[in-house]
């Protein structure tokens, strides 16, 4: 009985560190492992800095308003003295998302004023995680995690509208701003 259980925790033990070995990277690990290296700049965004008046919001504009709880911004800066550095980090942030379990929801932008992508984890109609990757050669890239539980695409699209008319605090959007000037 001593040896099967002996024999049973090893092989638990063997598993156990083949499986943490095969971990691929992801973003929540790209955004920890950065958030305090230098030519980053990290910040963390609560939904209440939105100042949004729920009782102006349709029913999807509130459920959309509730399923997201905050959102997570990382942002890489070129230099003149960090280009190669820039190509290694955006290239492991491209090979982070092109990992098939960050679904694509779209793309946009061109050359000249900056490229954008709209990727998600979860399902289509219960997604845990908005991610909007945008890139401009000559200023840098940055990473934006939107954290939800039960977000839809359609109804967070309605809360567009609504976010024109809401009195946001930018004192941590325009650190944000400040960083790519």
């Not at 230098?38 to 102006?56: G, H, R, Y």
């Not at 980090?89 to 946009?108: D, F, Q, S, W």
């Amino acid at each position: 009985m001593k040896i099967a259980i002996k024999n049973l925790t090893g092989l638990l033990l063997v598993a156990v560190t083949l499986f943490s070995c095969n971990q691929e990277p992801t973003l929540q690990t790209y955004y920890v492992d950065n958030q305090e290296q230098p030519n980053f700049l990290s910040i963390d965004v609560p939904l209440s800095m939105l100042n949004i008046d729920k009782m102006q919001l349709s029913d999807d504009q509130k459920d959309a308003y509730e399923s997201i709880k905050k959102l997570n911004m990382l942002a890489y800066k070129i230099k003149p003295d960090n280009k190669a550095e820039y190509e290694a980090e955006l290239a492991e942030v491209n090979t982070i998302l092109a990992n098939p379990k960050y679904e694509e929801l779209m793309r946009g932008g061109n050359p000249e004023d900056g490229k954008f992508i709209i990727k998600f984890l979860g399902e289509e109609d219960d997604i845990e995680e908005f991610i909007v990757f945008g890139n401009m050669e000559n200023k840098g890239f940055a990473v934006v995690r939107v954290l939800g539980s039960e977000m839809n695409p359609n109804k967070i699209m309605t809360l567009a509208s609504a976010l024109d008319k809401a009195s946001i605090d930018d004192s941590q959007l325009s650190q944000f701003k400040e960083f790519f000037k």
